[in-house]
C-alpha cells in the first residue's frame, strides 16, 4: 500500500505564534471588553485578569498534547490516543460539524463590519453576502499554502496590533480614572455571568492542534510559542479592558451595535473615524477567519485520510504540497450555515449561540483525554484545574448545552455509518 500523504513541515516559531493569535484574538478586543464592563463595571477586570491565568494552562494542555500527537487529527487523535478508535472517530465527527457550523460565525462578523465601513445602513442580507465573500477570499487564500497564508497574516497582524495599541495609548490619558469605583456596581455576583461572556474571547487556543502535523521541531516551537501567544493576547486583552473601563463614553458603554475599538477611536481621536475603525475590525476579524480555514481544512484532511471521509480529500498539490480538495471542501461545509441565515434573514449571532457549548465540550473531550495521556506532573495537575473550571461553566450556557448534546447524538449516529468506510 502507498504511504498516506503527510504534510510538509514549515511553520516556525513566528508562525505558529501568529496562528495562536489570530486564531485567538478578533471578540476579545473587538466587542467583548465593553459589553463586560456593561454586566460588571470594573469588577470585569477581575473576570479578565482569571481568564487571562486560566488561558495559559488552557492552551499548554493543547500544546502538550500537539507535541506528543502531532496530527491534523486535532482534538480527534487527543480522544483516539486516550479511549479507542470509536471514540476517536465520533471526537472528529463533532469536531468537524462543530467547526463547519460555527466557523462561518467569524467571516460574516467580518463582513459586517467591512461594509459598514462604506455602507452603515446596509441591510443584514447584505452584510451576510459581504461575509460570504469574506469567507470565499480566506478560502482561496489558504490555496496558496500555509507558508503564503502565514506570512500574509504576520504582516497584516503586526499592522493592527500597532494600531490597536496606538489607540489604548491615545485613549488611557484622557480616561476617568473616578469610573473604577464603585469596583462592583452591580454586585460580585455579576462575576460569574461576566466570567461567561468574557470566555468567548478565548476560544481559539485549540486551532493549533490540526496544524500540529505542520510545525517544524513541535518540541521546541511548541512550548515557545504558546507563551509568547498567551502574553500577547493576554496582554492586549487586559489593556483593552482596561480602557474600555476609563474611557469608553457611559452613554455607550451597553451598545452592543458598535465594536468597543470603534467607540474607543472616536473617543481618543475626538473625530469621526468610525469607517476606520470599522474597517480595523473587520480586518481583524478576517485574520481569525483565515486562520480557522486553515485549521478546518487540515481536519477535513486527516479524516480522508483515515477514510471517514472521501479519501480524494487527502491529496495534495504536486506543487507546494497543499491539501487543495480539503480547503474547497469548506465551501460546501460553510454554506450550510449561511444558506440557513439567508432565507432566514438572520445575523451571525444566531451561530454564536446555537454552537458555544459545542466548543466546550470539545475542550472537555480534550482535557479528559489529558488525564490518560500527560504524565504526573504540573500540566497534569493544571490539567485537572482546568477540568473543573471547565464543567463548572457549562451550566451557564443554557439553552446551548442540549443544542451541543443533540449535535453529540448526531455525531454518534453518523459514526456508526462511516464505520463502513474504515471496516
Known amino acids: 500500500m502507498p504511504e498516506p500523504p503527510q ?28 459589553l463586560a464592563w456593561a ?36 482534538v480527534a487523535q487527543f480522544v483516539e490516543a486516550a479511549f479507542g478508535p470509536r471514540a476517536g472517530r465520533i471526537a472528529a465527527v463533532f469536531l468537524l460539524i462543530t467547526l463547519l457550523a460555527g466557523n462561518p460565525v467569524l467571516g460574516l462578523a467580518a463582513g459586517r463590519y467591512l461594509l459598514a465601513a462604506v455602507e452603515p445602513t446596509a441591510s443584514n442580507r447584505a452584510a ?21 497564508s502565514t506570512r500574509a497574516q504576520m504582516v497584516v497582524l503586526g499592522t493592527v496590533v500597532l494600531l490597536l495599541a496606538f489607540v489604548i495609548c491615545l485613549a488611557l490619558p484622557q480616561g476617568d480614572y473616578t469610573r473604577l469605583a464603585p469596583f462592583a456596581p ?18 481559539g487556543w485549540e486551532n493549533a492542534a490540526p496544524v500540529a502535523e505542520e510545525v517544524r521541531d513541535p518540541g521546541r516551537t511548541f512550548p515557545k510559542g504558546i507563551l509568547y501567544a498567551v502574553c500577547c493576547v493576554g ?28 467607540r474607543l477611536l472616536e473617543a481618543a481621536t475626538g473625530s469621526g473615524l468610525r469607517s476606520a475603525g470599522y474597517l480595523v475590525a473587520g480586518i481583524l476579524l478576517l485574520l481569525t477567519t483565515n486562520a480557522w480555514c486553515l485549521g ?14 472521501p479519501t480524494g480529500l487527502s491529496r495534495l498539490t504536486p506543487r507546494g504540497r497543499v491539501p487543495a480538495r480539503a480547503v474547497l471542501a469548506l465551501l460546501p461545509g460553510y454554506a450550510v450555515s449561511v444558506v440557513i441565515l439567508l432565507a432566514t434573514d438572520s445575523s451571525e449571532t444566531t451561530l454564536i449561540k446555537a454552537s458555544s457549548a459545542t466548543y466546550l465540550l470539545i475542550f472537555l473531550m480534550a482535557f479528559l483525554s489529558a488525564t490518560r495521556l500527560l504524565p504526573r ?6 490539567n485537572l484545574a482546568v477540568i473543573a473550571a471547565t464543567v463548572v461553566m457549562l451550566p451557564f450556557f443554557g439553552v446551548s448545552v442540549v443544542i451541543a448534546l443533540a449535535m453529540l447524538l448526531v ?5 456508526r455509518w462511516l464505520r463502513k468506510r474504515v471496516t
Open 7 to 34: 504534510l510538509p513541515r514549515r511553520l516556525g516559531t513566528s508562525g505558529l505564534v501568529a496562528h495562536y493569535v489570530t486564531s485567538v484574538m478578533g471578540a476579545g478586543v473587538l466587542l467583548i471588553p465593553a
Open 39 to 74: 454586566e460588571a463595571g470594573p469588577l470585569s477586570l477581575v473576570a479578565w485578569g482569571l481568564l487571562i491565568l486560566y488561558s495559559y494552562p488552557f492552551a499548554l494542555i493543547f500544546a502538550t498534547l500537539s507535541v506528543r500527537h502531532p496530527t491534523s487529527k486535532g
Open 128 to 148: 451576510l453576502l459581504a461575509g460570504s465573500a469574506v469567507i470565499v477570499f480566506c478560502v482561496l487564500l489558504n490555496l496558496c499554502g500555509i507558508r503564503v
Open 186 to 203: 452591580h454586585g460580585w455576583g455579576a462575576l460569574g455571568s461576566t466570567l461567561l461572556i468574557c470566555f468567548f474571547g478565548f476560544i
Open 235 to 262: 496582554l492586549l486583552y487586559f489593556a483593552m479592558a482596561f480602557t474600555v473601563s476609563v474611557a469608553l463614553p457611559e452613554t455607550s458603554a451597553g451598545q452592543s451595535d458598535l465594536t468597543a475599538f470603534v
Open 296 to 309: 478546518t481544512s487540515r481536519v477535513v484532511f486527516a479524516l480522508a485520510r483515515d477514510g471517514l471521509l
Open 377 to 382: 506532573g504540573r500540566t497534569a495537575r493544571l
Open 411 to 415: 455525531a454518534v449516529i453518523a459514526e
